[in-house]
């Protein structure tokens, strides 16, 4: 469920353990961490369709679908062709800048 709500979170959480915790290269261990929050993120959509009452708008949950799987597809190519230190200074800035929104929007 957290994986599902807070996507952005587990992403980076990932990120560092892999980097920092396995010493593994970002770049290389993408495809495994792209793979995984795929798992994590079709697991709690099940959980949260059933939950929820999204399912009344079909059109809406197929446009968003449409962009994850392209968004995914895209995200999965330019991330293959970034050095490491780039990847990881990316998904940092987009933290930092996300968590900065989000405190001021409160």
Same mark, same amino acid.
């Given at each position: 469920?957290?994986?599902?709500?807070?996507?952005?979170?587990?992403?980076?959480?990932m990120?560092?353990?892999?980097?920092?915790?396995?010493?593994?290269?970002?770049?290389?261990?993408?495809?495994?961490?792209?793979?995984?929050?795929?798992?994590?993120?079709?697991?709690?959509?099940?959980?949260? $369709?059933? &939950?929820?009452? #999204?399912?009344?708008?079909? =059109?809406? %949950?197929?446009?968003?679908?449409?962009?994850?799987?392209?968004?995914?597809?895209?995200?999965?190519?330019?991330?293959?062709?970034?050095?490491a230190?780039?990847?990881?200074?990316? $998904?940092? &800035?987009?933290? #930092?800048?996300?968590?900065? =929104?989000? %405190?001021?929007?409160?």
């Amino acid at each position: 469920m957290y994986g599902g709500y807070f996507g952005g979170a587990v992403g980076i959480i990932m990120l560092a353990l892999s980097t920092n915790g396995l010493r593994l290269d970002a770049a290389a261990d993408n495809p495994m961490r792209v793979t995984q929050l795929a798992a994590i993120y079709i697991s709690a959509t099940v959980l949260f $369709l059933i &939950a929820s009452d #999204a399912l009344s708008a079909p =059109l809406l %949950l197929t446009v968003m679908l449409v962009g994850v799987v392209v968004g995914g597809f895209a995200g999965a190519q330019l991330t293959r062709r970034l050095p490491a230190w780039l990847l990881r200074g990316i $998904l940092l &800035a987009t933290a #930092a800048i996300t968590t900065v =929104l989000y %405190l001021l929007r409160g």
